[in-house]
């Protein structure tokens, strides 16, 4: 089965695992963050998983947050909040308040699945389902949230945000590599191609100047330093 494995890369050439435990579901399918003493990790149909990763030779899983009829994929964190991009269950936000015990405490639901979520500002989303939408929430009450724009791009399937002010939509599996938006206006100010055939895109991450895409292949890696006209390097 699959495993969580922490490993000390300080020397590049020669990684040195610390610790690993076991890690149940199908991670490939979700993303994970570090933030502090825990592991959050989107792990699919088996749920929202927090690790408490305080002792790295001795990682384990301390909350679940579990489906019953949902697939955590992307997620965002903001405070003691996970936005959760959860497939078929829609948007679930959880209080992650105690992560011995996350819990559900509003959710949203798309006329198809939701496979994306980005935190563009406080209290302002952007979420992506398979009807080819982008659609811009208002959270500031999670009882009641509204609709704020909507943008039509292919297959929205995981987001980034750069510079505070694109958002990068990279399409799972279509014509388009990845759709950036103007956050400024919510326009598509380009579309890339896929520069080495139509292959299934995983996972999006940026750095300083700086986007890379998994896909089958392995690692493409685009120039966004002008993010709104980026190069395939």
């Known amino acids: 089965g699959s495993e969580l494995v922490i490993a000390d890369f300080t020397d590049a050439s020669n990684p040195v695992v610390l610790g690993h435990t076991s890690l149940p579901g199908f991670p490939y399918w979700g993303t994970v963050e570090l933030r502090d003493d825990y592991l959050y990790v989107a792990n699919s149909m088996y749920g929202f998983a927090i690790y408490d990763v305080s002792d790295l030779t001795n990682p384990f899983q301390l909350g679940l947050f579990e489906y019953d009829d949902g697939r955590a994929y992307q997620f965002v964190l903001v405070g003691d909040t996970a936005f959760v ?57 999670f009882q009641n949230i509204a609709i704020l724009d909507t943008v039509i791009a292919e297959y929205p399937w995981r987001f980034e945000v750069v510079d505070s002010s694109y958002l990068f939509a990279v399409v799972y599996s279509a014509n388009y590599s990845y759709t950036v938006v103007s956050l400024a206006d919510t326009s598509i100010v380009y579309q890339q191609t896929p520069p080495n055939g139509n292959f299934e895109y995983l996972a999006i991450e940026s750095d300083d100047s700086y986007l890379y895409l998994s896909n089958d292949l392995g690692i493409e890696v685009f120039d966004i330093s002008n993010p709104a006209s980026p190069s395939y390097l």
């Open 85 to 141: 991009a959860s497939r078929q269950a829609g948007l679930i936000i959880l209080d992650i308040s105690d992560p011995s015990n996350p819990s559900e405490i509003a959710s949203y639901e798309s006329t198809n699945y939701i496979d994306a979520v980005a935190v563009l500002v406080s209290n302002y989303i952007a979420i992506g389902d398979r009807d080819d939408r982008i659609t811009f929430l208002d959270v500031s009450d």
